[in-house]
């Protein structure tokens, strides 16, 4: 029987997610003035102030190799945003997230057993589906920048797993963000080159309301999330995100999905449930992948 606190648990989860998608479709509309590569830009770089700000790293909490890891989060969250902002800009969001969801399904179908295989191709089948490659109805270069956050977002789980196995409370994130806001503001500076004329003031505060949405906000629901929900329940919520995103998508962005679409994320979604059942870590190895924060 479902306790009021499991409940409340799922439905802080649910908010995550739901500002997650909400903060990815105001950051699509933020295309218009400025390009992929700064919006995920000034995103970061404002959440690297904030969790500076909130956290306040201290060296004594970090050893050589934990802050090196730390550092190589930041890097990798840096590619994931980046490379999902560009996918989005050319992919509807639910196709993307749905593609950009294959990284943690990978990681999980890793450590699973059993039918850990049935997943992977109930995933693989959804993503055929939502992309229709038949009809070369999506942009192909979209699809491959989903799939190279998909490769950064495992990249993410395992690299947060290990800092998080290092360092305690939010230490690891103060000095994970702030470097991700810095390689992304360089990188946005080289692929952009003109960017600075497109950052107006009311556009850098549009980006400090982002990164409230879009990781603070969530990131805070998520850890009173983890208080009121085993780690397996959590991980079956977070394989809703596709198809929030979907929802988001239709509704924010009009960007009506097809039949064939909805049956994709029916599998992803599917495959994402399974995989969360069957793929936590053993009690000697750590954290469970469902305890790692969502990514940014």
Do not use: H, K, N
């Not at 739901?18 to 400025?34: D, E, R, W």
């Not at 050893?63 to 190589?72: G, N």
């Not at 947060?160 to 470097?179: E, F, I, N, Y």
């Amino acid at each position: 029987m479902t306790t009021p606190r499991a409940r409340s648990g799922a439905l802080l989860a649910l908010g995550s997610m739901s500002c997650v998608q909400l903060g990815l479709a105001a950051s699509v509309g933020l295309f218009t003035v400025v390009p992929p590569e700064g919006v995920a830009a000034l995103r970061l770089g404002w959440a690297g102030v904030l969790l500076l700000v909130i956290a306040r790293p201290r060296p004594s909490s970090f050893t050589r190799s934990s802050f090196v890891a730390a550092a190589l989060l930041g890097i990798v969250t840096a590619g994931l945003t980046m490379l999902f902002m560009a996918a989005v800009a050319r992919i509807p969001l639910g196709t993307a997230a749905a593609i950009e969801f294959l990284g943690p399904l990978g990681v999980a179908v890793l450590r699973g057993r059993g039918r850990a295989l049935l997943w992977p191709v109930l995933a693989a089948a959804g993503v055929v589906l939502l992309t229709e490659p038949w009809q070369s109805a999506t942009d192909p270069v979209g699809v491959l920048f989903a799939l190279g956050a998909a490769l950064c977002w495992a990249g993410y789980i395992l690299l947060t797993q290990r800092v998080g196995d290092a360092v305690t409370g939010l230490q690891g994130l103060a000095v994970s963000m702030p470097v991700a806001g810095l390689v992304s503001i360089v990188a946005a500076g080289a692929l952009v080159p003109d960017l600075g004329a497109a950052l107006t003031w009311p556009v850098v505060l549009t980006g400090l309301a982002l990164a409230l949405l879009l990781p603070v906000v969530p990131f805070a629901l998520e850890l009173l999330a983890l208080r009121r929900l085993a780690a397996g329940a959590f991980g079956t919520l977070m394989a809703l995100e596709p198809a929030i995103a979907l929802t988001v998508g239709a509704v924010a962005l009009g960007q009506v999905p097809s039949a064939l679409a909805v049956g994709g994320i029916v599998l992803v979604v599917a495959a994402g449930v399974g995989a969360a059942r069957s793929g936590e870590r053993l009690p000697d190895a750590g954290p469970p992948l469902a305890s790692e924060p969502s990514r940014v």
